[in-house]
Every structure is written in structure tokens, then in C-alpha cells.
T-cell receptor, first 113, second 113 residues
Framework: DAGVTQSPTHLIKTRGQQVTLRCSPI?????VSWYQQVLGQGPQFIFQ???????GRGNFPDRFSARQFPNYSSELNVNALLLGDSALYLC????????????FGPGTRLTVT | GESVGLHLPTLSVQEGDNSIINCAYS??????FIWYKQESGKGPQFIID?????DKRQGQRVTVLLNKTVKHLSLQIAATQPGDSAVYFC????????????FGAGTTVTVRA
């Protein structure tokens, strides 16, 4: 079975622009979580969606938003990009809505110039 | 706030030796822990997990030990191989209803030939 997939792999944007990142969970998984990983640090939780509803949000500004589609795939949107948004954005999927057995995708490397 | 941390940022190990990676956590209510391996340019890879009602769990070449008294978690890798070179993260879930994982900063393991 395919694991978690994310697109695009890499992305370069300019400050002030908007970006959309995409994630497809493992088949059968109904929960998608988004994490931001800055170089040299562990992943930081941004959002979790379960059954198309937002279950939780981390300490990120309103410029960050997400949604989950009926097929359980998800998009993460970031508006008004700042240099500090440069990071690896990770998507994790799990069968249930709690943080149990979360499997990560390869990530999208976002560079803001 | 609560956080998960690792004792040492780097670990150098001779090929064939056993590795021990340590992690201290501060949330005594945490009920579930995961160890992830992250290779350069990739997303975190699930290695092994353990619930708080267990002290030890074994996988293929890996063992996780949990000491709830001192809030300490360790990952033991037997017969370390060059492919084990990576950054290792421990992550915790706050309780059974928690939707997010909290990560430490990671330990970089380098295997010497």
C-alpha cells in the first residue's frame, strides 16, 4: 500500500505570497495532521482534521488554514508568507482522531525569499 | 508548557555496537510515546511505540524502555548499522483524547564504520 503522499516536494515563494500544500493519507486513514519542522528542530503541530472536521490547532497565526476533503485528502494554506515560514511541512495520517500511530509523509520543503 | 526533550543532541556509535538514545518528558499525564527516525531530506519514519501501561516493548533490533517514575524514555538499537545513521525523535501524546504529538529536538546518530 502507498504511504502518505505530499505535493509538491519543493516550493519557492516570495514574501507576501500565498501557498497551498497537499496531502493524501494512507488508504483507510481518516485523520490528517499537519506539522511544521524548522531546520534543526522537531516537528511542531499545526492542525489536525478528522472526518473532515478540525479537531485541533496549534499555536500558529490565522494566516495558516487547512481543510479536509471527502476523500480524506487535505490542503494546508498559508497566506502572506513570511521569511520565518520557511520550513519542511509534514503531513501525518492516522486511522483515528487521536494522536495514535501517526505516519508521516516525505514533506514539502517551502523556501520563502 | 509541557515538552519532550532529548538528553544529547548527537551520538556517535561504532558499527556493530548497541546504541542507546535517551529522552526525558515532563508531562506526567502522557499516555503514549513514539520513536521516529528521520533521514536527511525525508519525513519521520515510525520505528516503535509504547503505551504508558508498559515498561518495555521490543521490535526488530529495537527496544523502547519507559520509566514513568523519572519520566524517561529510551530507544535501544542492537548491532547498529550504517543505515541507522539519522536523527531520532521521541514524541508524546498528552492523553488518550489528545490529537497531537509533541516532539523533542532530536538526537543525531552517526555510525562509524
Amino acid at each position: 500500500d502507498a504511504g502518505v503522499t505530499q505535493s509538491p516536494t519543493h516550493l519557492i515563494k516570495t514574501r507576501g505570497q500565498q501557498v497551498t500544500l497537499r496531502c493524501s493519507p494512507i488508504s483507510g486513514h481518516k485523520s490528517v495532521s499537519w506539522y511544521q519542522q524548522v531546520l534543526g528542530q522537531g516537528p511542531q503541530f499545526i492542525f489536525q482534521y478528522y472526518e473532515k472536521e478540525e479537531r485541533g490547532r496549534g499555536n500558529f497565526p490565522d494566516r495558516f488554514s487547512a481543510r479536509q476533503f471527502p476523500n480524506y485528502s487535505s490542503e494546508l494554506n498559508v497566506n502572506a508568507l513570511l521569511l520565518g515560514d520557511s520550513a519542511l511541512y509534514l503531513c501525518a495520517s492516522s486511522l483515528l482522531g487521536t494522536a495514535y500511530e501517526q505516519y508521516f509523509g516525505p514533506g514539502t520543503r517551502l523556501t520563502v525569499t | 508548557g509541557e515538552s519532550v526533550g532529548l538528553h544529547l543532541p548527537t551520538l556517535s556509535v561504532q558499527e556493530g555496537d548497541n546504541s542507546i538514545i535517551n529522552c526525558a518528558y515532563s508531562n506526567s499525564a502522557s499516555d503514549y510515546f513514539i520513536w521516529y527516525k528521520q533521514e536527511s531530506g525525508k519525513g519521520p519514519q515510525f520505528i516503535i511505540d509504547i503505551r504508558s501501561n508498559m515498561d518495555k516493548r521490543q521490535g526488530q533490533r529495537v527496544t523502547v524502555l519507559l520509566n514513568k517514575t523519572v519520566k524517561h524514555l529510551s530507544l535501544q538499537i542492537a548491532a547498529t548499522q550504517p543505515g541507522d545513521s539519522a536523527v531520532y525523535f521521541c514524541a508524546e501524546r498528552g492523553d488518550s483524547n489528545d490529537y497531537k504529538l509533541s516532539f523533542g529536538a532530536g538526537t543525531t546518530v552517526t555510525v562509524r564504520a
